[in-house]
Nanobody, 112 residues
């Protein structure tokens, strides 16, 4: 069965960095586009970034471009989201998704 497991969230001060991981199983990981979305309290789910099987990447939104990077390691069936210069408005639950499935999410809190 398809499984996506996120990890790497936590509490970080403004300006800090976190690297989120999304490990997939139960599907052809290397041939699948993987995406990260986030949902802040009281807000709609928002696309963060995605990476295709050919390693084409897209980071959504001017507020995230230049700070967030998405990349994959197919040997580890893992996609990473590197987040730098974090801001309080980045606080959200971050989910990874593929082929209609979603992980359980990992909480990112940016606060001093």
């Amino acid at each position: 069965q398809v499984q996506l497991v996120e990890s790497g969230g936590g509490l970080v001060q403004p300006g800090g960095s976190l690297r989120l991981s999304c490990r997939g199983s139960g599907f052809n990981f290397a041939r699948t586009t993987i995406q990260w979305v986030r949902q802040a309290p009281g807000k709609e789910r928002e696309l963060v970034a995605f990476i295709t099987s050919g390693d084409t990447t897209t980071v959504n939104g001017d507020s995230m471009k230049g700070r967030f990077t998405i990349y994959r390691d197919n040997a580890k069936t893992t996609v990473y989201l590197q987040m730098n210069s974090l801001k309080p408005e980045d606080t959200a639950v971050y989910y990874c998704g593929a082929i209609g499935f979603w992980g359980q999410g990992t909480q990112v809190t940016v606060s001093s």
